[in-house]
Nanobody, 125 residues
Framework: QVQLVESGGGLVQAGGSLRLSCAAS????????MGWFRQAPGKEREFVAA????????YYADSVKGRFTISRDNAKKTVYLQMNSLKPEDTAVYYC??????????????????WGQGTQVTVSS
């Protein structure tokens, strides 16, 4: 079993920054591709970013490319999402997810085995 706990969400003005963290426990963290997803009210969960096991490769949704950065610290069993230049349309519940099955990055929620409880990010205009 794997537990994922997100933190770092909150209320920020447009143009501001937030850093989300996701702490993992229960399995070997370095064996998991880690992803961030988000879900706004009335919308489907959408892919934000993902990072491979070693941290050497990352992938971003077009909507956040150049503004968000995903990183991981395998020694601390933590994945991060640095969010800069935030926009009101970034408002959502942000979830981290772990895929222990595939070594490659997937943007599909169905590829991920474990999910955190989510953290709310609200960007005011």
């Amino acid at each position: 079993q794997v537990q994922l706990v997100e933190s770092g969400g909150g209320l920020v003005q447009a143009g501001g920054s937030l850093r989300l963290s996701c702490a993992a426990s229960g399995r070997t963290f370095s064996n998991a591709v880690m992803g961030w997803f988000r879900q706004a009210p009335g919308k489907e969960r959408e892919f934000v970013a993902a990072i491979r096991r070693s941290g050497g490769s990352t992938y971003y949704a077009d909507s956040v490319k150049g503004r968000f950065t995903i990183s991981r610290d395998n020694a601390k069993k933590t994945v991060y999402l640095q969010m800069n230049s935030l926009k009101p349309e970034d408002t959502a519940v942000y979830y981290c997810a772990a895929d222990f099955t595939r070594p490659i990055i997937s943007s599909s929620p169905r590829a991920y085995d474990y999910w955190g409880q989510g953290t709310q990010v609200t960007v005011s205009s």
